[in-house]
């Protein structure tokens, strides 16, 4: 009897262990699953930046591809950027030419006629400096955008250098996506969406002041400055 009742003392404080015995392995376990999830999250690859100096940037994905032919593919190892007319001596660039100049960052947001418009850090090259390897005639006056969609665009030589308008080859820290015209876009501040050149090919300094592009030959406005 006496030796029963231990059995069963004991097979009770044992059933108590094991019980938390297995509360434990079970926390343990949701714990370490709760981890894993983190790690796994923290883990994939984004390197879009949110915010720089302080200013909200708009996420990648807010810049909606509106272009005549969707987008483009270019394969870097044969891409040339062209930069020919009245220069001194016409030269093809490669990609890695081109960013051999010094790279400057800015925040500036782009606006589309069709109503929507994106706050980007924008990262790339000024025109001036390749403008400055070609020298460019005192003719030039008008500088006109070729895209290998067969998209074009012009801006004054005048706009470009007084506002140290750029080349840009990364978007929020990151090297532009396809769909926003890699490897290069033109940074058109101050101007409207259809300024903004994508998968640019070649850069054409012209006296042609009256040039007008894709949209600008539709009926848009050459100076498409924003008004807001
Ligand atoms: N090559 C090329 N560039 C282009 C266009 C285009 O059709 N082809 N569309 C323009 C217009 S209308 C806008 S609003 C912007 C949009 O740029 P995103 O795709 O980076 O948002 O690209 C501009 N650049
Ligand atoms: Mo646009």
Same mark, same amino acid.
Request: include cysteine; glycine fraction near 6%; aromatic fraction near 10%.
């Given at each position: 009897?006496? !030796? ?7 097979? $009770?404080?044992?059933? *108590?262990?094991?019980?938390?015995? =297995? ?36 996420? !990648?994905?807010?810049? #909606? ?10 394969? =870097?190892?044969?891409?040339?950027? *062209? ?37 980007? #850090?924008?990262?790339? =090259?000024?025109? *001036? &400096?390749?403008? &400055? $390897?070609? $020298?460019?005639? &005192? ?17 004054? #030589? ?6 140290? =308008? ?8 990151? !090297? ?18 259809? $300024?903004?050149? *994508?998968?640019?090919?070649? !850069?054409?300094?012209? &006296? ?21």
């Amino acid at each position: 009897m006496l !030796i029963r009742k231990e059995a069963v003392d004991i097979f $009770k404080n044992i059933s *108590k262990v094991s019980v938390l015995f =297995i509360m434990i392995i079970l926390i343990m376990s949701a714990c370490s699953s709760a981890r894993t999830g983190s790690t796994t999250v923290s883990s994939l690859p984004d390197t879009e930046v949110s915010s720089y100096n302080g200013q909200k940037l708009s996420p !990648i994905s807010d810049l #909606l591809d509106v272009s005549i032919s969707g987008p483009q593919k270019i394969d =870097i190892n044969t891409y040339k950027l *062209k930069i020919d007319g009245l220069v001194e001596t016409p030269t093809d660039f490669t990609y890695d030419q081109v960013l051999s100049n010094t790279k400057y960052s800015k925040v500036v947001t782009i606006n589309c006629v069709e109503g929507w418009s994106a706050k980007i #850090l924008w990262e790339g =090259i000024l025109l *001036k &400096d390749l403008f &400055d $390897k070609v $020298k460019v005639k &005192d003719t030039a006056n008008t500088v006109i955008f070729y895209c290998v969609d067969g998209f074009t665009t012009s801006l004054p #030589l005048k706009t470009i250098l007084d506002g140290s =308008i750029m080349i840009a080859y990364k978007i929020n820290g990151e !090297i532009l996506p396809a769909q926003d015209g890699y490897p290069f876009m033109l940074v058109a501040e101050n101007k409207l969406g259809y $300024k903004w050149a *994508k998968w640019i090919v070649r !850069i054409e300094l012209s &006296d042609k002041s009256g040039y007008t592009g894709y949209w600008e030959s539709r009926g848009y406005s050459n100076d498409a400055n924003v008004t807001n």
